[in-house]
């Protein structure tokens, strides 16, 4: 069961919608079934004598009565809304049902407590099958406002008892951090456009695409602009700076051909302009390693960051992790931009779905997570995708998503985790499509039948307790080949295997010479390291890349990223 509680002013103009036939004549039968007093709430579904405005009078009578005599003006959000919709596949509930919900939803609020002779005046209209439709004047009948803070939060924990008690699908609980939901009007628009989702998903995802990929706010607002939406920034008064801002989708306009503004948090909590500066500077610093020597280095160390990601949400850091939580879902979207595999439409699925487990009550420490940021950050630009080590950081992310999901689970964040986990099984099954073909042309380049025994014994020697499962494991012959080329790379094979199996338990894996395989692919090759330092230590200078002005990720438009190449909303 769903409330979903908003404001506005204009009394009459919702009782002409909900009475009315609907925007594509959905409305069967609408009639009230509760109100504050039945008796004096003219139904104009019941009543054909009874007019809109007549019931519009009765309900805002006291609200102009009232303030009028305290010598004020009518409140500008006076009009209190809660649609409360059934889940899909639950029963339809009697009108006598609906009753009992409506004054428990209106107690639970503060709009009508029970026994409250001065209440706020009400009424609970239903013209489908499956909600009704709770309206409420919010000027007290002695001319007080009601104590309705935090009312949508009230409103979902009446409903999850009210679930309980009916038999309902049990819904998960909110924690006031998920973005807006688009509106009614706004799906029937998207509907007519012939779109898949609202401009208001649209603008979100685009935003975070871009938030995930660019190093400066000022990149942010001209990166979006590139794409064709339309930036509105507020000024502060004094200083001149940007105190917020608003964008607009291409085409989207309004009765009066104007564009539809979206303010940043509107779109979702953490694109306000003071939660984007906590994650992008003002002015970028010229301190970005250059890869370029190295295409595999941004895929190297996002997949080490995410390693550390997991020892944090480990740790009872409770901030840390939320920091690297919220940073895991920007470098979802980058590792869905660099990859160029059929698998890529599952990562942008995956980084949609983490989208409400990046946020939670709790607050971020975002400095916290700054080494997995500016190595997700590089994967927007990376020149090419790098094979295995690939696939080794997909499968970082896997775990790291199933890990993220029970965090929250723990914590009692019943969306984030559902969100979680439903990146899990989106990651889970990329992972599969890219991890197949990799694995076997490693089997099929697997060593001599002495060196495969050499690795036997070394991994019999340095993990005894898990040396059968290992073996065991269909991907052994893959893990052979892995071996041998970190011997080439100048690691020792003992000391590898030991730090690898070091890094988590091997025990609840299911496949544990898959992990070991992946743990391995993403060490550094030691030769080259040394050159590396050879060449620094001689005194040839270190480049350093300064990014002159905004870039685009190199694969795609952040719109493409994020909605499987559909192009521009028309």
Not at 532 to 540: F, P
Request: net charge positive.
């Amino acid at each position: 069961m769903v409330p979903d509680v908003s404001t506005g002013s204009d009394t009459r103009g919702l009782i002409v919608y909900l009475f009315g036939p609907g925007r594509r004549d959905e409305h069967a039968d609408p009639h009230i079934v509760a109100a504050w007093d039945m008796a004096g709430a003219p139904d104009p579904g019941r009543d054909l004598e009874a007019t809109y405005t007549q019931l519009a009078k009765r309900l805002d009578h006291h609200v102009d009565l009232r303030t009028r005599e305290l010598g004020g003006n009518k409140p500008p959000q006076h009009v209190w809304h809660c649609p409360v919709r059934t889940a899909p596949g639950d029963r339809y509930l009697t009108d006598a049902e609906w009753v009992g919900v409506a004054r428990r939803i209106v107690h639970a609020t503060g709009i009508a407590p029970e026994g409250d002779e001065k209440a706020c005046r009400w009424i609970a209209v239903r013209h489908a099958d499956d909600h009704i439709h709770i309206l409420a004047t919010t000027v007290r009948a002695d001319g007080r406002r009601p104590r309705t803070n935090r009312d949508g939060w009230r409103a979902q924990r009446e409903c999850r008892k009210i679930e309980a008690e009916f038999g309902l699908r049990r819904l998960k609980s909110g924690d006031l951090t998920a973005p807006r939901t688009p509106t009614g009007a706004e799906r029937a628009k998207a509907e007519r456009q012939g779109q898949t989702i609202t401009a208001r998903q649209w603008l979100r995802e685009q935003a975070y695409a871009v938030a995930a990929a660019v190093r400066t706010e000022a990149d942010y607002f001209t990166v979006l602009q590139s794409l064709g939406i339309k930036v509105k920034t507020r000024l502060g008064p004094e200083t001149g700076d940007v105190i917020g801002y608003s964008l607009a989708a291409p085409d989207d306009t309004n009765a009066s051909g104007e564009p539809v503004w979206y303010g940043g948090s509107q779109l979702a909590p953490d694109l306000s302009i003071n939660r984007l500066r906590e994650r992008l500077p003002v002015q970028e610093v010229a301190d970005r390693r250059q890869y370029a020597a190295d295409h595999a280095e941004p895929w190297r160390h996002t997949t080490v960051a995410l390693h550390t990601a997991h020892i944090v949400l480990d740790s009872g850091d409770e901030a840390a992790a939320q920091g690297y939580l919220a940073t895991f879902g920007d470098a979802l979207y980058n590792i869905a931009s660099a990859t160029t595999g059929p698998h890529r439409a599952q990562l942008r699925a995956a980084a949609m779905s983490f989208n409400r487990a990046r946020r939670s009550a709790i607050r971020a420490d975002h400095q916290a997570a700054t080494a997995l940021r500016k190595a997700a950050k590089e994967l927007a630009y990376a020149s090419s995708e790098p094979g295995g080590l690939a696939v080794a950081l997909l499968f970082a992310t896997v775990h790291l998503a199933r890990t993220a999901a029970k965090w929250h689970e723990q914590r009692g964040h019943d969306q984030q985790a559902a969100a979680a986990e439903e990146a899990f099984r989106h990651l889970h099954a990329a992972y599969q499509q890219a991890a197949a073909p990799v694995l076997a042309d490693l089997a099929r380049r697997a060593p001599r039948a002495t060196t495969t025994s050499r690795f036997e014994q070394d991994l019999r020697t340095v993990i005894p307790d898990h040396a059968d499962r290992v073996l065991a494991d269909p991907a052994w012959p893959a893990l052979t080949t892995t071996l041998a080329r970190a011997e080439t790379a100048g690691h020792n094979t003992r000391h590898l295997l030991a730090e690898v199996a070091a890094h988590r338990e091997l025990d609840s894996a299911e496949n544990p010479a898959e992990v070991l395989n992946w743990r391995i692919t993403a060490q550094p090759n030691r030769r080259t390291q040394a050159a590396r330092r050879r060449s620094t230590s001689s005194g040839a200078p270190t480049p350093i890349a300064v990014v002159h002005g905004p870039t685009v990720p190199h694969n795609e438009s952040a719109r493409s990223q994020t909605h499987g190449g559909q192009g521009p909303r028309r």
